[in-house]
Structures are given as C-alpha cells and as structure tokens.
C-alpha cells in the first residue's frame, strides 16, 4: 500500500491511498473514526506517486473553491457490489447541496429495480473509502440530523459550509441543536 497525508487549512489532515500508485482506493481523514478503518502499518509513503499527485491537485482544487468531478480520478474504493452503487450515486449529489439517506435509496431503486432501506444505505455510505471525492457529506438524516461522519461531525459542517451548502433546519445529533 502507498500513501501520503494531505494537509487542508478547511479540515483536518488527509491521507490518500493507493495500492498500484495508479489508482486511489482511500481518502480517509486522520481523525475521527476515520482514523480506525484502515491500518496503514507496512504501508511506503509515496507523495510523487501519479495517483496521489492527481488527488492532490483534484483536492487543492475543492479546496480553492473548484468544484471538480469525482470522475477526474481513476478511483478504486474496496466495497461490495451494493457499496460500490451506493458511492457511485453519491457522486451524483451537486456541490453544495444535501440529501437523506432516504433519497438515496430511492436512487438505488431506480437503478437496480429492487427496494432497499435508508439503514442500508447509511451503513454504505459509512463505509466510504474515499471521502470529500465521493461526497458522503452531502447526505444527512431525514430529520435533518448531521448523522456520523467519519472525521466528525464538526468536519462534515466545515465541508457543507465549504461548499456554500444550506445549514438552516439541520442539527448536530445527540445535541439536538440547529446550526
């Protein structure tokens, strides 16, 4: 496994990993529970690798206020065949803008014809190996709850505002305080 951190003035630092140096298979924040999905023991740091290059750029991009596509990098995040589905409509969901967990199962329907539940969908979209790229994020609790995030709940409200997202009748969970 290679990998690099990446450094964010908006967010806490990134690392990106990559097994082939060609494609990305983590964007993974260093906190949060995020930090305990992966081990990367054994792994070779390789900031020039073509793969961690590009993610890099595609970030500083996001970051500058770009809003570039999740397509512009060969991506390959571990998952079943319901996960992969599960993120690939997560790429779907517009640059500032949230959806429930409810929405997306919809999505999932329409494209597989067969039903599945807004629990379902949560734990898929939990599970996302490539976080800001494939924008779990943009998805919150049918009440309007900022439900888990992998590097904070805080985190996901600096993504949202990064993005010039709508926070007016969203809450931070366990609090039950509007933003």
Not at 62 to 68: L, Q, S
Not at 114 to 127: I, L, M, P
Request: proline share 6%; hydrophobic share 35%; glycine share 14%.
């Amino acid at each position: 496994m290679l990998y690099s951190v990446y450094e964010s003035q908006v967010i806490a630092p990134l690392v990106l990993g990559s097994e082939d140096g060609t494609t990305l298979c983590a964007c993974q924040f260093t906190s949060g529970r995020d930090a305990r999905k992966f081990s990367w023991d054994g792994a070779e740091r390789a900031d020039d690798a073509p793969i961690i290059s590009r993610a890099r750029t595609w970030l500083d991009r996001y970051f500058a206020g770009e809003r570039p596509s999740p397509t512009e990098l060969a991506l390959t995040p571990h998952g079943t065949p319901f996960r992969q589905t599960v993120w690939e409509v997560l790429t779907s969901i517009p640059y500032g803008q949230t959806v429930t967990y409810g929405w997306v199962a919809q999505r999932l329907e329409e494209l597989r014809g067969v039903g599945t539940s807004a629990r379902a969908v949560g734990g898929a979209v939990g599970a996302n190996p490539v976080g800001i790229i494939v924008p779990c994020h943009r998805v919150v609790g049918a009440s309007g709850s900022l439900t888990g995030f992998g590097g904070g709940i805080q985190t996901k409200v600096a993504l949202l505002r990064h993005e010039g997202a709508g926070l007016e009748g969203l809450t931070v969970p366990t609090y039950g305080t509007a933003l």
